[in-house]
C-alpha cells in the first residue's frame, strides 16, 4: 500500500518570530529526515489550499474572515498570546487544511493505503472561533469533517499523542456522537482541559492525562488498556492522527519522556485497529515537536511505520 507525503513550501512561509519555537526549521527538519533513501517509496503531494467550503465544516465565516483579514502585509499580528501571524501566514495555513482534505481524498478513493500530512501552522488548540496556542484552523478537525462531508463516512476518529491536549478537536467533538477524540497528553500542562472526566456528550471522548515524566511505559499501557479498546468499540469508518511528538524526551516544552520507538509502536497499534475496523484508512497530521532532532527522529520513525502498515 501506498504512503503519501503531502506538504507545501508555503508551509515554510509562517513566521511566527525568531524566538518563536514553532518554527520553519521545525518543517524543515521533518522534510529533511523523509528524504533519507529509506523513504523512497513516500509518494511526495503538493498540498492544496483549502477551499472555503472545507474550512466551513469547523469554523464559522466570521472566524475565516477574521484571519485572513489579520494577516499583516509586513511583519507580524498576534492573533492569541502564542499565536503569531505573518505575511505568509494566511496561505500556509490554507495549505496546511487543505493538505488534509486532499489526503483524505486519496485514502478515501483508494489511490493509497495512509497518509502523513508534514505542515505548519498546527491546528489541534484552533477552536471553531477561537485561535489558540500556535495553531489557527483545527486542521484534522477539517480532515475528519471532510471525510465525513465528502466521502459519507459516518463514524470519524481523531487520536492524539501531542503531549498538549487537543481542546480545540474536543470541543468540537464533544456533542457528536458518531465523532470520537481519544488523547494522551501531560497534565498539568498547557492548556489545562483534558482530564479523564472530560468524556463528551456521549462518552465519545476519552482523556488519558499523563503526570510529568511519564514514559513509555505509561504512555503504552494508557493506550493499550483504554484508548486502543475504547477506539475499537467505536469502529471508526476513517482514523486520523494528530501526531505532535513534543512528548518525546529531549522536548523543551514539556516534561514526558517518550522515545523514537513509542513513535513507531503507537502508529503500528493504531494501523491494527484501521485495518480492523475500516480498510486501513489513516491519514496523520503534523502537531507539535520542538526539539528538531527528536522532531525528525520521531517523525521517520511514524512515518516509517505508516509505510510498513
Ligand atoms: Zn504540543
Redesign the pocket.
Known amino acids: 500500500m501506498t504512503t503519501l507525503l503531502y506538504s507545501h513550501p508555503a508551509c515554510a512561509e509562517h513566521e511566527p518570530g525568531a524566538m518563536h519555537p514553532e518554527s520553519p526549521a521545525r518543517l524543515a527538519a521533518v522534510l529533511d529526515a523523509l528524504a533519507a533513501p529509506e523513504f523512497a517509496a513516500l509518494v511526495r503531494c503538493e498540498a492544496p489550499p483549502a477551499a472555503r467550503e472545507q474550512l466551513v465544516r469547523v469554523h464559522p465565516e466570521s472566524y475565516i474572515d477574521m484571519v485572513f483579514e489579520a494577516i499583516p502585509d509586513t511583519g507580524h499580528a498576534s492573533l492569541d498570546a502564542d499565536t503569531t501571524v505573518s505575511p505568509g501566514s494566511g496561505e500556509a495555513a490554507r495549505r496546511a487544511a487543505g493538505a488534509l482534505c486532499a489526503a483524505v481524498d486519496a485514502v478515501a478513493t483508494g489511490a493509497a493505503g495512509n497518509a502523513f500530512c508534514a505542515v505548519r501552522p498546527?491546528g489541534?488548540?484552533a477552536e471553531p472561533s477561537r485561535p489558540m496556542?500556535?495553531c489557527v484552523f483545527n486542521n484534522v478537525a477539517i480532515g475528519a469533517l471532510h471525510a465525513r462531508g465528502a466521502h459519507g463516512y459516518r463514524r470519524v476518529a481523531v487520536v492524539d499523542f501531542?503531549?498538549?491536549h487537543g481542546n480545540g478537536t474536543q470541543a468540537m467533538f464533544w456533542d457528536d456522537p458518531d465523532l470520537f477524540f481519544g488523547s494522551t497528553?501531560q497534565m498539568p500542562l498547557?492548556p489545562g482541559t483534558g482530564a479523564a472526566e472530560e468524556q463528551g456528550a456521549h462518552g465519545n471522548i476519552v482523556n488519558m492525562p499523563l503526570a510529568p515524566m511519564s514514559g513509555s511505559g505509561e504512555f503504552r499501557a494508557a493506550l493499550s488498556q483504554t484508548i486502543l479498546p475504547a477506539l475499537r468499540r467505536f469502529e471508526p469508518d476513517f482514523l486520523l492522527i494528530s501526531a505532535?511528538f513534543?512528548?518525546h524526551a529531549d522536548d523543551p516544552?514539556?516534561g514526558l519522556q517518550f522515545h523514537e520507538d513509542d513513535y513507531a509502536w503507537v502508529t503500528e497499534e493504531l494501523l491494527a485497529v484501521a485495518r480492523e475496523s475500516c480498510g486501513g484508512r489513516v491519514v496523520s497530521t503534523l502537531?507539535?515537536?520542538?526539539n528538531l532532532a527528536a522532531l525528525a527522529a520521531s517523525a521517520a520513525a511514524h512515518v516509517g511505520a505508516l509505510m510498513a502498515g
Open positions: 498546527p489541534h488548540h496556542g500556535f501531542d503531549v498538549h497528553h498547557y505532535g513534543d512528548a516544552l514539556a502537531e507539535g515537536g520542538y
